[in-house]
Structures are given as C-alpha cells and as structure tokens.
C-alpha cells in the first residue's frame, strides 16, 4: 500500500489549495466515521511513487476543543500515517507554529511548508527557512500552493520521512518551574504503569491531564481510574498553587510556555520584518470600506442579493431543462407502457421521485459556487463579523445569515440548499439551530401556496400580504431558534474569536472542486434515500385504490354519457389528437368525461392512505378550521410544498392543476362555504412553519449527523405551526371573523 | 496603564497583560496567539460596535466584546 501523508494546518494556511494541488481531480470527499466532518483523500503520483493523501481538517491547536480537533487527533494516533506535512503560513509564522509545536510535543513525524511565502516576501518578511529547520529539527520547504512552487522538493521530503529516513522523538520543552517538577513525576507514574502508553506517548498523556483535556482525561478514567484520579490529584495541587501565585491555570501557563518557545526560536535569526507588523495592507484598505459602518451593510446587502439572485435566476435555465427532460421522459414512457400499476409507479412514482431530486442538482451547484466565492475570498468571514450581533440575540452566529437567504428570506429560495448551506459555520450549536430553523423560510416551492390564498381571499392586499409573510417567517425562525437554543440545543455560545483572513483571489480549479464535490456529495447522498420515500408517497397516495365496483360505475357514467351523444361524435373525440379542434358536441362531451375522470380522482385519492389519514385527521384539524381536502393537500405537501396546490385540485375535482394555472381553483375556493379568508390566514401559517418536506428532512438528517433532528423538525414544526393555526382560527372565529 | 480590551478605540495599540479565562473560550484565545504578551492593535469595530477587530501577529481576529472583557491590556 501507498504511505499515507496527512495534510495538516490552520484554517486559511492554504491547505486546501496544496491538496488540489497535489492530487488533481485524483481526489475523493467522505466523511469521518461518526462525525459529520470532511474527510478528503486522494492521490498523489510521480515518477512512479504514489502517495495516499489526507486533507485533515483545517486547526488551531491539538485541544480536544473542537470536532476536528478531535478527528485530527485521533486520525494521527489511530491511523499513524507515514508522514504529516505542516503547512504553516509564512507570512503569519508565529502563530502557525503553535500548532507545528505540539505535532513536535507529540512525536509524529512532520515536515513543514512554509506556504505563501510569496504573500510573506510582499509583506515584507523574510524567512530563513534553513535555520528554522535545524531550529525545530524537521525539514522546512518553501512553497506557493496557489502555483504549484515547492510542490516536488515538499513530496521529496515528505517521501523520504515516509521511507523512514529519519528519526522523530518527542520533542521536551520546559513549560516553567511550577509545571516541569510535577509533569515528570506524572511523566513517570504513567510510564511505570503502562497507562495508554500503547497509544499515547506518556508525556503527552501527562501533558494533557494538565492542560484537562476531557478526552484524554476520559479514556484515563476508564482505563485505569486510580491512576487517573492521582493524576488528576496532581493537577489540582499544581493548579491551586499557580491560582494563588500566579493567578493563573496550567493549560494557560503551557500555552504562554510554547508561545515563549517559538518566540525564542524566531529571535534566533529566522524571521526579518522589513517594515512595522501592524502596517496595513492592501487587504485592510479593502476592509475600511467593506466594514464600514454606514457602507459596509449596503454592500453586504447587495451581494447578498447578488448571491441569491445568481442562485435562482441563472440556474433557471439548467432547472428548466431538466424539469423538459423528465417530462419529456415520463410523458414518452406513459405512451409506450400499458396503463396500469407499473405504469404508474414508473411515472409518477419514480420518474417525478428522481426528477425531484435531480432538480435540485443546478440549484445546489449555483448556490455552493457563489458561496465558495464569498468564502475562498474572505468576504462570508466579514458578513459573519457584520452581523453577528444581531443573530447572536437569537443564539446564533453571524454567519448563519447565508443559510437563511438561501432557504427563501428573500421569498422564492429553497431549504434544501439551504440546510447545506449550513457547512460554513464551525459553531455546532449555533450551526444546528441554524440548520433546524431555515426550513421556515418561504421557499419557492410554498409560493403557489400562498399565492393561491391571497389571490382568492386579499386579491387586493397581494404585495402587502407577501411582505408579512417574509417578515413572519423571519421573525418564526429567529424566535423558534432562540427557544431551541434554550431548551434543547441549550449551552454557553462556541467562541466567535476567529480570523478575518486576508482577501484573496478564489482560483477556478478550487471553485470547481468545491462545488462538484458538495453537488456529488447531495446527488449520492440524498439521491437513495429520496427516491426510496418518493414511491413511499406515491404508493400512499394510490393505494389501496378504489373498489371494482366503485370504478365501474364512473365507467358506467362514462359509457351513458357517450351513448347520448350521436356515434359519430364519440368517434370524432376517440380519433382526435391532443389539442385539436373539435366540434361543439364533442368538445362538450369531452369536458362531461373528464368531469368524471376528475370526480373518480377525487374518490380514488379520498380512499387512498393518504386520503384516509387526511379523514381521520380531520377529528383534530377541523380546530384549525381545516377538513379533509386540505389534510390531504398537507400531506402530499410533505412531498414537495406546492404538491399542496395540485393535491388540492384534485381533491376538489378539478383534475391534476398545473401549479401555475390555479383560476379555476380559486374560483371553487371562493365559493366553498368552509373557506373563509381566516381559515386562508391559517393555512398560509400552517403552510410556512410545518414539517420541511421530505428532501429537506433527508439533508437536516444527513447534515446533523442524526435522524433524530430530522424526526424532531418533522414533529416540532407541525405542532408548531398546528398551535399557531388553531390560534388564529380560533381567536378569529372567537372575534366573529 | 492597564486597561479591558473592551475600552480601547480604534487604532489604539498595547500588550496584553493577563486573559483571566479557563475553559473553552480560554482555550480558544490561546490557540490564537492572544497570550500576556502579545502586541495588539484594534483595528476595528463591526457596525454594530461588536464584535472587535484585532491586529495580532500581523493577522488579523475578530472576537465579541463579552469575550474580550477577559482581556486586560497595558497601554502606553
């Protein structure tokens, strides 16, 4: 097998940009076991040696802090790889050698890319990379990712650590006097004992008992817990002794010590600053005016339009071909297969399942490509800093405003890009809340819906009524975010302390790999399962059908009708072709036949399962002011929201209604004396905040790592939105509207 | 002079003297270089007046103010 090379560094180091480099389109994106972290491998090949590459997630620091703290961790003790290349930031040494030091404290074999030394030179910093690396003891090699320089003396380097050329010990700094003395009596007691020492160096061990790293800590525990309480012990002696001296911890005190460390090793020669280090550069001028407080959220505003407007709009087009592609697929088929069940399960089970899935495809590239935009060059950094005091409120994180757009804060979005969008944010807490709440946006599919209602009952009030809405669902999500955030995703804000990185220009080739592998990543994924629950939905809406009895007397009205009409004419009708002329008696019987198609429709899909959990629904939902037709309407809503509208024509014998073409619907609607524009009130309501359809629930599942959220915002949002539009109905009613 | 992060304006530069914070968030300013110390220069507030904007090491890092009040700096 191929020796493995893990890629490992701070975010923004360029880490990313070396792997594309390194592996071409030779790459693949999984994920770790577990978790829902990024695991990206792939291949590097020269001169007939090949190397197994990891892109580790982007870090800090070797804390079990965050998840992919934890996933690199145990990726380098778990899986050893041969060789792990640093790649620290040349022009930000200092810092992105904190991290180079405890690869060090650990013992694994390292070797470093000083990458972007080419930003480091126009800044003004030299690096003497030679001394640096006898310094550290490791090889130092100069790169740019972004051109590829460096590339073959960094793999030499790396494949001559990985042929095991080199010895790598764990390197011993001294973390002061109060720590040292009680680190070595631990270093020993665990030594002695073999405690984790087949994994762990017992050093490290002791290390991070006293950094308390609740890891480490807990697999102490259930290894040998004696031991570990001693040790523990220990810490908490040392600990109280630098509280009342020092007024400070040990982990604190051990950080201070590796900063102290690199500082002394930098003095010696290796780094040279032409000019001040505060100075600013091109990208700080850019910021004056990009954070600005009175220009800077106009700009955030119109390229938050911009990104929503390149998403829907140009995406358009492919959505357009695709929705043709499978019409023209479904209607071709139809015409070849028997009428039947299969036919049936084929076109509207199968072929609408797929192509519902499929649909999404351009949406999903669009989105992830303009996002992958904001975020390779810096600016989704600058709009989290912007406005984050304002989602905080909510127990959310600046960022979180991307995935809220997206979904249809600007009505006409989709949740499914959305719930996906939710990736660039690093806080977990604040990035399920995030994820669980934009399915409450108004998303394109629940336009119909709504524009269905306001034509019928506030004809008049359309621009006012569609600006509550979006106001409503804003103002939905944020509340029901915050009462997440206090009940069941309750705990302290994660850090916002993060980097405003540089801006930079996002290179093609990083764009275009971001975005296939997220698009590939929604196809594979989601694909299985939707279509799998996709002929679930048909089937309930199909079966059990109706009785033979029941479907020969719609044939039998059927046949009378045709047999009062002159032969002639049932044969003009038989031998037309769609869309043709008829003449006045055939085309009025046309219409007396396919009034009978609609009403068996109707009755087919009333004793359907759907249709009889609507019934049986109804006991609960008249509350609400809803009967059966709508209960149905809000089942196959779960499909896809404006199945809402078509389900409803049916249901209403209308036939199957073209989402669009809603007048005749309307009409019915306006005359039906159980609706009434309160009821309309509450089923727009209902509509917005109810389960997210299935597509969606599969992503909220898949990106929260857990059916369980997907299940909960399928329960919680339909009681949720069930309360609310009982509350209208009935306050309403209670008011005599 | 000793001052919390907090109450320094933009432009205003120091080295910070203590980060009295033990968990997570202290973890966290520590992985970032924000050690006693280490030069600092603020370079800037959101529009919002919070989060802050800093210079650290020649890098720049945003932090809310509730976190930087853990951070006491000496000024000139």
Known sequence: MAPTVALAGNPNSGKTTLFNELTGSRQHVGNYPGVTVEKKEGTYVRDGFRLHIVDLPGTYSLTAYSLEE???????????????????????????????????EMGIPICIALNMIDVAKKRGIKVNAQKLSSLLGVPVTPTVARSGRGKKELMDSASQIAQGHRQFTPLKISYGADIDPVLSEMEKEIAGRHFLTDTYQARWIALKYLESDEQ????????????????????????????????????????????????????QGVIHH?????????????????????????????????????????????????????????????????AGMLKSLIVSGIIDGVGG???????????????????????????????????????????????????????GGCAVPGVMATRTLKSPRERLATLLTVPFMNCGAKLPVFALLIATFFAKYEAAIMFLITLGAWAGALLVAKLLRVTVIKGAPTPFVMELPPYRMPTFKGLAIHTWERTWQYIKKAGTVILGLSIVLWAMMTFPGLPDSKIQEFETLRQAETSRVPVAIAAELKAAREGAGLSGPASSLKEKLQRIDAAEAEAGLRNSIAGRIGGALESVSKWAGFDWRTNIALVGGFAAKEVVVSTLGTAYSLGELDPEETGSLSETLARD????????????????????????????????????????????????????????????????? | MRINLRKMHDNQAGTIASVKVAGELGRRLRDMGLV????????????????????????????RNNEADYIEVEIE
């Open chain 1, 274 to 338: 032409k000019y001040d280090r505060n100075r600013l550069y091109s990208s700080d001028r850019i910021d004056k005016v990009l954070t600005n407080r009175f220009v800077g959220p106009l700009i955030m505003l119109a390229v938050i339009a911009g990104l929503y407007h390149f998403t829907f709009t140009y995406s358009k087009l492919p959505v357009g071909w695709l929705e043709r592609f499978f019409g023209w697929l479904g209607s071709s088929l139809s015409a070849v297969l028997p």
């Open chain 1, 673 to 737: 004396p159980g609706w009434s524009p309160l009821m309309a009130v509450g089923l727009i309501v209902f509509t917005m905040f109810y389960s997210p359809c299935f597509v969606s629930v599969i992503c909220i599942s898949r990106e929260s790592g857990s059916w369980k959220w997907g299940v909960f915002a399928m329960a919680f949002n339909t009681v949720l939105a069930f309360v609310l539009a009982v509350l209208i109905f009935q306050i309403g009613s209670a008011f005599g509207l």
């Open chain 1, 70 to 104: 934890v996933v690199t961790r145990d990726f380098l003790v778990n899986q050893k790889p041969e060789v792990v290349i640093n790649i620290v930031d040349a022009s930000n040494l200092e810092r992105n050698l904190y991290l180079a030091i405890q690869f060090l």
């Open chain 1, 357 to 411: 899935v499929l649909g999404f495809v351009p949406l999903i590239m669009f989105m992830f490509f303009g996002i992958a935009i904001l975020e390779d060059s810096g600016y989704l950094a600058r709009v989290a800093f912007m406005l984050d005091r304002v989602f905080r409120i909510f127990g959310l994180h600046g960022s979180s405003v991307m995935a809220f757009i997206v979904s249809g804060g600007i009505a």
């Open chain 1, 216 to 267: 480490i800590i807990s697999k102490g525990q259930k290894a040998n817990p004696d031991l570990s309480s001693r040790l523990k012990e220990m810490v908490r002696k040392v600990s109280h002794h630098l509280l009342n001296t020092l007024d400070t911890y040990p982990e604190a005190m051990i950080a201070d010590q590796r900063y102290g460390y690199i500082k002394s090793i930098l003095k």
């Open chain 2, 36 to 63: 006693p110390g280490t030069e600092i220069k603020i370079q800037g507030r959101a529009p919002l007046y919070d989060p802050v904007a800093l210079r650290v090491m020649g890098a720049t890092l945003t932090l």
